[in-house]
């Protein structure tokens, strides 16, 4: 059987084992996907890529400690996000914006405050080559990094990489109300930043309408540095491409 038709638990065995020639395959089928959490998260390229290194640096080092009660995917999620939060804290100086300072804000009589332009702007509708526009993706990754850290981790599980938020929940370690309360209000956060930005007529071309849309295109691949007959001494050091 060659390694294309190898499933990932018998390759994480094979890693288990000693063998560092698993290791490059679980890089080329995981590593794009812990590259998108990173990179939202993190809000850099650079960052991005070294907390992939450092994923599956740890993959290699800690296999043995995996006891299996979660899916593969779900512990590589885990050590990628608590990866990039700990890598972003480490690095921003400044305070996180408040979500509530994001979310709509609403009159004593209950309708929304605004003006009547921003409130009657409508960006739903837009055909797919707008969604995906550089300058799209770009504002929509503008958005997405004001959202608090917490909030910005289970939006991009929930909807770029499309977990369900039972998975979310045990990647995070929160309870599942709890997930499902955050990607509410996050997602409301986040409409409310490209209206307040389309409406404002500051964006310099339609924006997308989702993070799932604007965040997952195009996906990077992984080129792992380990060869299947050397064995590691200092993890993954090559980048996703």
């Known amino acids: 059987m060659n390694v294309s038709q190898t499933s990932d638990v018998d390759l994480f065995e094979r890693l288990r084992a000693g063998d560092a020639g698993a290791l490059e395959p679980l890089m080329d089928r995981f590593a794009g996907r812990v590259y998108r959490v990173a990179s939202?998260?993190?809000?850099?390229s650079p960052d991005a890529e070294e907390v992939v290194q450092d994923v599956f640096h740890t993959l290699f080092r800690k296999a043995g400690s995996f006891e299996g009660r979660a899916a593969?995917?779900?512990?590589?999620?885990r050590i990628a996000v608590n990866t990039a939060l700990n890598k972003r804290r480490g690095k921003r100086n400044e305070l996180e914006e408040s979500l509530e300072d994001l979310l709509p804000t609403f009159k004593?009589?209950?309708?929304r405050q605004?003006?009547?332009s921003f409130l009657l702007a409508d960006w739903s509708p837009m055909p797919d080559e707008m969604l995906l526009s550089r300058e799209g993706r770009e504002v929509v990754r503008a958005a997405v990094d004001r959202l608090p850290?917490?909030?910005?981790?289970?939006?991009?599980?929930?909807?770029?990489?499309?977990?369900s938020s039972e998975e979310v929940s045990e990647i995070l370690g929160e309870s599942i109300a709890s997930v499902k309360s955050r990607l509410h209000r996050a997602?409301?956060?986040?409409?409310?930043?490209?209206?307040?930005?389309?409406?404002?007529?500051?964006?310099?071309a339609p924006i997308a309408t989702t993070a799932?849309?604007?965040?997952?295109?195009?996906?990077?691949?992984?080129?792992?540095?380990?060869?299947?007959?050397?064995p590691m001494s200092g993890g993954p050091a090559r980048n996703p491409r």
């Not at 939202?40 to 850099?44: H, M, P, T």
């Not at 593969?72 to 999620?77: D, E, I, S």
């Open 114 to 116: 605004g003006d009547r």
């Open 212 to 230: 799932q849309a604007a965040l997952t295109n195009p996906r990077p691949t992984a080129s792992p540095a380990t060869s299947a007959a050397t």
């Open 187 to 204: 997602r409301m956060a986040l409409r409310e930043l490209l209206t307040h930005t389309y409406a404002s007529g500051s964006a310099l």
């Open 108 to 111: 004593e009589d209950g309708h």
């Open 149 to 163: 850290q917490h909030y910005r981790a289970v939006l991009l599980l929930r909807d770029v990489e499309e977990l």
């Open 40 to 44: 939202g998260i993190c809000g850099s």
């Open 72 to 77: 593969l995917a779900t512990w590589l999620y």
